[in-house]
């Protein structure tokens, strides 16, 4: 007889829809323009960011799973027998069937903004481990929410995999974490990855690949606005820039004006300075101490962390 199969229950919080016409209008109206890494992830966004997760240069997500592989069974032995498991973001289906394999916890909750994506994988990850519970929350886990079920038998645990955190400002990412351990509530576990501060070098050639992917994931974000809110940018006259900012420990992603001229947006005019740019994304990197401080800072206590060889990258248990 073939295993039982759970239906998956899934608990819709109706997210807001991201008004992308308003955020646009505001980010290009700023005297230093900036517009959200949020936006972009549209289905062509998506697909591009995948396709940087295979790049040579792109080390974050192959050493991640590396390290998932390596000590899942010690992850699992921290993050406890029969755990109920939140995952913050659903993006990342190798990473948690790795996770899932090690743990095999009592419950399954993903939470993501995205409706189709999250019921999709849900169900896919319910076929593939009869018995689990799974209850898919389609939240935005960047503002408050509570979990959806009252469960006090099973010990609490959440995976915010993918250095995701790092594209909050500190001040923000400790505002999460602090959100996160609330969630868990005392002596929950968090598994989090985070990307290491290294040598300039790897760092730019991670983010400026030689096939042109993660040049053309940022200029998406400009097709995207001329595809969906009639902008007429001449995708000519920009480029892709990304640096690390040693200040702020962080890699900055632009897309540069190569000339002085005005765009129209929703009926809008945005003048650019040759060289002016568009701020996309900060993806903050971390030593281990630096993240431990912030941990605390959170209200979390860290328990260990494992990393690469190379030290490319940091796997963290945290406890609430
Ligand atoms: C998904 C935010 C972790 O910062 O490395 C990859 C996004 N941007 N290449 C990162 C990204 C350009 C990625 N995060």
Partial sequence: PSAVVNPIAFHDYHPAPADLRAEVLEGLAKPRKRLSPKLFYDAEGSKLFDAICELP???PTRTEIAILRESGAEMAKR???EALLVELGSGSSLKIRVLLEALRPAVYMPVDISS???RE???????TFPGLQVHAVCADYSAPFALPVEDHEHPRAAFFPGS???NFEPVDAEQL???VAAILGPDGRLLIGVDLIKERERLERAYND???VTAAFNMNLLHRINRELDGGFDTTRFRHEAFFNAEQSRIEMHLLSTCEQQVEVAGARFAFEEGETIHTECSHKYSIDGFHALARRAGFEPEQ???DPEQLFSVHCLVS
Avoid: K, M
């Fill in 57 to 59: 240069e792109y080390y």
């Fill in 79 to 81: 993050l406890g027998r």
């Fill in 116 to 118: 189709a994506h999250l």
């Fill in 121 to 127: 994988s849900a169900q896919a990850l319910a076929a």
């Fill in 164 to 166: 995701s955190i790092g």
């Fill in 177 to 179: 974490l602090r959100r």
């Fill in 210 to 212: 030689a096939a042109g």
């Fill in 305 to 307: 962390v494992w990393t």
